[in-house]
């Protein structure tokens, strides 16, 4: 069983920056795309950035520009760099990785939470 581990999160002010990276427990093959997420209170989950295998990005509206995504499918990690970080950043972040015949693979989630 694959386990993806996310780290980076933590409090941070308005205007901040922080880097989520997750880490594969073990060699995931045929790797279609992996992605960040994200679970507000009261709030659906929800597609921050997503990249795929041949590297094609792509990026919610609310965080474009500010959030950068970035994976290594060799090393079956994926970060994603966040900056001028907003309240209504905050959540709970959540790594993803989908194989080609569409498994699809959660991490247990890391909080972020902007506040001053």
């Known amino acids: 069983q694959v386990q993806l581990v996310e780290s980076g999160g933590g409090l941070v002010q308005p205007g901040g920056s922080l880097r989520l990276s997750c880490a594969a427990s073990?060699?995931?093959?045929?790797?279609?795309?992996m992605g960040w997420y994200r679970q507000a209170p009261g709030k659906q989950r929800e597609l921050v950035a997503g990249i795929t295998s041949s590297g094609t990005t792509n990026y919610a509206d609310a965080v474009k520009g500010r959030f950068t995504i970035s994976g290594d499918n060799a090393k079956n990690t994926v970060n994603l760099q966040m900056n001028s970080l907003k309240p209504e950043d905050t959540a709970v972040y959540y790594c993803?990785?989908?194989?080609?015949?569409?498994?699809?693979?959660w991490g247990q989630g890391t909080q972020v939470t902007v506040s001053s």
């Open positions: 993803n990785v989908v194989l080609i015949n569409f498994q699809s693979y």
């Open positions: 073990r060699t995931i093959f045929r790797i279609n795309k």
